[in-house]
Structures are given as structure tokens and as C-alpha cells.
């Protein structure tokens, strides 16, 4: 692989879980090294999600009684962001994440 050449894949993060019916999610995260570029199966095969701008990343996922709550920690340009998705909010949205 050439790190040149932004169509191949330099990074990638995922993370899964199973919902309360039982189900698997997978989400996977991957980085031509601009853009962190987002994969999703729910079960009905593999689509496109969101896109950040970025370079590495990393994910955890956790359920409550709400449901499932993903963090996607995305670095560009020595700076870490915190993106979080949660039930009841549409879409993603920056979190409290502060590098030290």
C-alpha cells in the first residue's frame, strides 16, 4: 500500500453489539488518511454512514436502558475529537472529549 494513494484503507477501528432483540450490529470505521469513513451492518447487509475528517480513529460502544451510545474518537492533525452518537439524538454530534 502507498501512503499516496487515498483510496486504500491505513486505518481501521470497529466495534459491535447485540441489541436487545438479540440482533448484531457492526460498525466499522476506516481512514484513507484524510477522512474516517464509516461502514454499518445491521443486519441487512453493509451500507455507507457518516464521514469525519481525519486520519485514525478508535470506537467503544456501550447499552443502557436508552439503548446502544457509540463514541468515535477521531484524531486530525494532532487533534483528538469526541463524536457521539445516542438514542434520542439524530445523527452524530461533538462530545466533551479534551486532549490533555
Not at 445491521?42 to 467503544?60: H, R, Y
Not at 439503548?67 to 461533538?94: F, M, Q
Request: glycine letters at 8%.
Amino acid at each position: 500500500m502507498s501512503s499516496d494513494n487515498p483510496s486504500y484503507p491505513i486505518s481501521t477501528s470497529a466495534a459491535s453489539w447485540f441489541d436487545s432483540s438479540h440482533a448484531l450490529h457492526i460498525r466499522v470505521y476506516s481512514s484513507d488518511g484524510y477522512t474516517i469513513s464509516e461502514r454499518c451492518n445491521d443486519g441487512q447487509g453493509w451500507v455507507a454512514g457518516a464521514t469525519f475528517p481525519g486520519s485514525q480513529s478508535s470506537v467503544t460502544v456501550w447499552q443502557d436502558s436508552a439503548g446502544e451510545h457509540i463514541r468515535l474518537y477521531v484524531t486530525n492533525e494532532n487533534v483528538t475529537t469526541e463524536y457521539c452518537s445516542d438514542p434520542g439524538t439524530a445523527g452524530w454530534t461533538k462530545g466533551s472529549y479534551t486532549q490533555p
